[in-house]
Nanobody, 119 residues
Framework: QLQASGGGLVHEGEILRLSCAAS????????MGWFRQAPGKDREFIAA????????YYTRSVKDRCTISRDSAKNTLCLQMNSLKPGDTAVYYC??????????????WGQGTQVTVSS
């Protein structure tokens, strides 16, 4: 089970920090990551990180503003996004891959947390 938190109303230019608490065993977990879905748009990939090695992957459009991290001991995933823009307004979802690759859709999704950026 994945539980995302940290969303809400933020102002343009501020920093966003999201967390995702994962419950359950981790032995099959390959990676975790973040997606977002803006109103009227498809869900898009933002970033992922391999659980064992901690290798991060970012979509090009946010790479310079995002940092993804994980705390294996706490079973927690985090995302920090700097210099927020109104275009970052979306529902943000955490996700988990257990099939050894992030090239396929995630195996599990969190419930999503709304982020609204005001100008």
């Amino acid at each position: 089970q994945l539980q995302a938190s940290g969303g809400g109303l933020v102002h343009e230019g501020e920093i966003l920090r999201l967390s995702c608490a994962a419950s359950g065993r981790t032995f099959s977990r390959y990676a975790m990551g973040w997606f977002r879905q803006a109103p009227g748009k498809d869900r898009e990939f933002i970033a992922a990180i391999t659980w064992i090695g901690g290798t991060p992957y970012y979509t090009r459009s946010v790479k310079d503003r995002c940092t993804i991290s994980r705390d294996s001991a706490k079973n927690t995933l985090c995302l920090q996004m700097n210099s927020l823009k109104p275009g970052d307004t979306a529902v943000y979802y955490c996700a988990e891959w257990t099939n050894g690759t992030t090239t396929l859709p995630p195996n599990s999704w969190g419930q999503g947390t709304q982020v609204t950026v005001s100008s």
